[in-house]
């Protein structure tokens, strides 16, 4: 197996470790309702996008109990 003959700098080192950090992901707010959402994104909460309703939500929870 090959060995490196000198080692690699602090420098270089860092300069390939630049990429390696994590990111916050970018989300702004929903104009109908102001929940943070992804951009170009339906809306999870309400269900818009660009002012028209793409998605239908429920509003009332669903319950898992049998009416008995």
Do not use: W
């Not at 197996?1 to 630049?18: E, I, Q």
């Amino acid at each position: 197996m090959a060995n490196p003959k000198r080692r690699h700098s602090v420098c270089r080192k860092h300069m390939r470790r630049a990429h390696d950090f994590l990111v916050s992901p970018h989300l702004g707010q929903c104009p109908k309702c102001g929940q943070q959402t992804s951009p170009h994104q339906v809306c999870g909460y309400c269900g818009h996008y660009r002012g028209m309703e793409v998605i239908k939500i429920d509003t009332e929870p669903e319950t898992t109990e049998e009416k008995k």
